[in-house]
Structure formats: C-alpha cells, structure tokens
C-alpha cells in the first residue's frame, strides 16, 4: 500500500515484535516511524517497570536506544531496544539484576 504525504509516494513499514512481546503489531509510513515506534517502547518500559514492581524489586534504570535510518529520503526510525534495571529490594544483598530487554526491528 503506498500512503500520499504532501504528493510524495511513501510506502509502508512493517514492524514485527519480540516473541512473547505483548503489542499490537502495527505498520505505519515512513514519516510515522518514529510515533510508531517510541509508543511501542514506551509500553514496553511500562511494562517491565510493573513487573519489577510485583517481584519486589526497585527500578534503578531505565534506557531505551533508538535504530535510525533514511527510507526514501526520509528520516525513520526502524526499531527500539529497552533495558529496564532493578534491585531486588525483597533480600537483604542488594544485587543489580537485569529485569527485561526488548528489541524491535523493522522488518
């Protein structure tokens, strides 16, 4: 399918998720990659925080990256990568575990 924006032709990108990720998956133009993409993140974030959460644990970080790119002359952005830190707050040794790591790609 090929959406019209301003007269430019711009054909649609398909993003896929993680195995087991919860999401809609979605498709959007180039143009909205980066809407598509930062929503998606940003649940995955809300996500893994609450799952830290009912584990007992504290978040201490939360990152996501961004793999940017030019499609048909328009800058996209093809995919996001979220690591969600914690603590575990329910023992007495305060140790650093990594609670979730998400990747999404353009596919």
Request: aromatic share 4%; hydrophobic share 35%.
């Amino acid at each position: 399918m090929v959406a019209s924006i301003n007269g430019i032709a711009q054909n649609r990108m398909y993003f896929k998720l993680d195995p087991g990720e919860p999401g809609m998956l979605r498709s959007s133009t180039p143009s909205q990659s980066t809407l598509q993409v930062t929503a998606q993140e940003r649940r995955n974030i809300n996500r893994l925080k609450a799952d830290a959460m009912e584990q007992g644990g504290q978040v201490i970080q939360a990152q996501i990256k961004y793999n940017r790119g030019i499609e048909n002359g328009i800058p996209v952005t093809r995919g996001g990568q979220t690591t969600v830190r914690s603590v575990n707050t329910s023992t007495s040794t305060a140790g650093v575990i990594l609670v979730g790591l998400n990747i999404d790609t353009y596919a």
